[in-house]
């Protein structure tokens, strides 16, 4: 009998509670390899949903499996195998950026010195700048930076995109994409708002609203099932009706 694939994450009625705001309990499998966009409106619970798997939100209700294995478990140790790209960038705003990597390398055996040089390169980072004086693109291609450095298993991004000018967009959206298919097995979860990110990372499509996984599908179902139509303005008409 063929032998069954462990999806690299699994949520098994997976559910946050706060005062103002409630998750709902979500179970869904991502395979080794795939590339999710968790799409919806802000306070949806995307952020939530990453922080979570990132082991970063130790307060969630049902289970999180990493290739099997219970989240709650591999902490804090598992969080090697998880590369998150917050929203904001961490870090001593005194340090530089060659300190703040620096100081990152110790935590991650893996960690590639001459790989984390070749990001900083290829996005121009200016490695002698303290942190506090980077400008938020640069922020956040440092920050993508540390999440990548080690080549995690997982990788994660919050809102990578978000404020940025088209340009340092597209020249982080190359790099991450250059990063994961030089790997095999790299699987993605991108969370974002704007929508024209989707088609250029991802294959599939979690779309949360009001705390609710309202879709889950496969990017070719969602073009085939609309010919001529953008995969932005399809997610767009799909969650127009939940803002209202």
């Given at each position: 009998?063929?032998?069954?694939?462990?999806?690299?994450?699994?949520?098994?009625?997976?559910?946050?509670?706060?005062?103002?705001?409630?998750?709902?309990?979500?179970?869904?499998?991502?395979?080794?390899?795939?590339?999710?966009?968790?799409?919806?409106?802000?306070?949806?619970?995307?952020?939530?949903?990453?922080?979570?798997?990132?082991?970063?939100?130790?307060?969630?209700?049902?289970?999180?499996?990493?290739?099997?294995?219970?989240?709650?478990?591999m902490l804090p140790l598992g969080r090697r195998e998880i590369g998150l790209l917050p929203e904001t960038l961490g870090g001593y705003g005194w340090m530089t950026v060659r300190e703040h990597l620096a100081f990152l390398s110790g935590f991650y055996p893996s960690w590639d010195s001459e790989y984390a040089r070749h990001l900083s390169e290829r996005l121009c980072i200016p490695l002698d700048t303290p942190l506090g004086r980077l400008s938020k693109g640069t922020r956040v291609k440092?920050?993508?930076?540390?999440?990548?450095?080690?080549?995690?298993?997982?990788?994660?991004?919050?809102?990578?995109?978000?404020?940025?000018?088209?340009?340092v967009r597209v020249e982080l959206l190359d790099a991450i994409l250059a990063a994961v298919d030089a790997t095999k097995d790299r699987?993605?979860?991108l969370s974002t708002h704007l929508l024209e990110d989707v088609e250029f990372v991802a294959n599939r499509v979690l779309l949360l609203a009001n705390g609710v996984l309202q879709l889950d599908a496969n990017v070719p179902d969602l073009l085939a099932a609309n010919p001529g139509t953008s995969l932005a303005r399809t997610l767009y008409s799909i969650l127009s009706p939940q803002r209202s």
């Open positions: 009998m063929p032998t069954l694939e462990v999806p690299r994450i699994a949520l098994r009625q997976f559910a946050v509670r706060y005062p103002s705001f409630a998750l709902a309990p979500v179970s869904l499998e991502i395979k080794r390899g795939e590339r999710v966009a968790l799409v919806g409106p802000n306070g949806s619970g995307k952020s939530t949903t990453l922080r979570a798997i990132a082991g970063r939100l130790p307060d969630y209700d049902g289970f999180i499996l990493i290739d099997g294995r219970d989240l709650r478990s440092a920050s993508f930076i540390a999440a990548e450095a080690y080549r995690p298993p997982v990788l994660l991004l919050d809102e990578p995109t978000s404020g940025l000018d088209p340009g699987t993605v979860l």
